[in-house]
């Protein structure tokens, strides 16, 4: 059974750093992109970003209004995906989540159930 | 704002059908059959619904159907049941500097 579980959310204040992990079993991790996105309170789904196997470099894309804050690294060893939240304003207040994905043809086959994350002084 | 445009909300009655919209673009959602939906029910993660606009994973039931019209796609949800009280968001892709493009979400009432 394919699993990703999300951990690592905390209560922070801004400016402050944190990293997010999800952990994976189910799949063989080496082949397969991982994506995050996230869900502020009362608002919908925003995609993060994702990265690439390592037989596409372990490239990264990211949304453009984060990729200069949001660090997104991968583990194939431990099947881990993690996401580095850096410079945190209560803004990125949300729960996040990591998705297997995106496929060949451009979707997110299996999610976690997601980590909440509170940035607040 | 998002990409993607979708109704904030949609209802219906048990066992009658629904239509959620996702509105796009030539570059998006009318350039590609990359079109996807998901359910989410608060507190858990998202599930997909819907892939390659109209086809459904193993173990999604047939009451779920999508379809695409241009630069529209459509998830039609029949027979509703209570169970499908959730939230639907849409995605397509956008091409290679616009990989992941997703819909407002769409907030579904069973009555």
């Known amino acids: 059974e394919v699993q990703l579980v999300e951990s690592g959310g905390d209560l922070v204040p801004p400016g402050r750093s944190l990293r997010l992990s999800c952990t994976t079993s189910?799949?063989?991790?080496?082949?397969?992109?991982i994506s995050w996105f996230r869900q502020a309170p009362g608002k919908g789904l925003e995609w993060v970003g994702f990265i690439r196997s390592h037989a596409y470099g372990a490239t990264t894309e990211y949304a453009a209004s984060l990729k200069d804050r949001f660090i997104i690294s991968r583990d194939d060893s431990y099947g881990v995906a993690y996401l580095q939240l850096n410079s945190l304003e209560t803004e990125d207040t949300a729960v996040y989540f990591c998705?297997?994905?995106?496929?060949?043809?451009?979707?997110?086959?299996?999610w976690g159930q997601g980590t909440l994350v509170t940035v607040s002084s | 704002q998002s990409a993607l445009t979708q109704p904030p909300s949609a209802s219906g009655s048990p066992g009658q059908s629904v239509t959620i919209s996702c509105t796009g673009t030539?570059?998006?959602?009318?350039?590609?059959?990359?079109v996807s939906w998901y359910q989410h029910h608060p507190g858990q993660g998202p599930k997909l619904l819907i892939y390659e606009v109209s086809k459904r994973p193993s173990g999604v039931p047939d009451r779920f159907s999508g379809s695409k019209s241009g630069a529209t796609a459509s998830l039609t949800v029949s027979g509703l049941q209570a169970e499908d009280e959730a939230d639907y968001y849409c995605?397509?892709?956008?091409?290679?500097?616009?990989?992941?493009?997703f819909g407002g979400g769409t907030k579904l009432t069973v009555l």
């Open positions: 189910g799949f063989i991790f080496r082949y397969y992109p």
């Open positions: 998705t297997r994905g995106p496929t060949a043809t451009h979707y997110f086959d299996y």
């Open positions: 030539s570059s998006d959602v009318g350039g590609y059959n990359y």
């Open positions: 995605n397509s892709y956008g091409g290679f500097n616009n990989f992941v493009v």
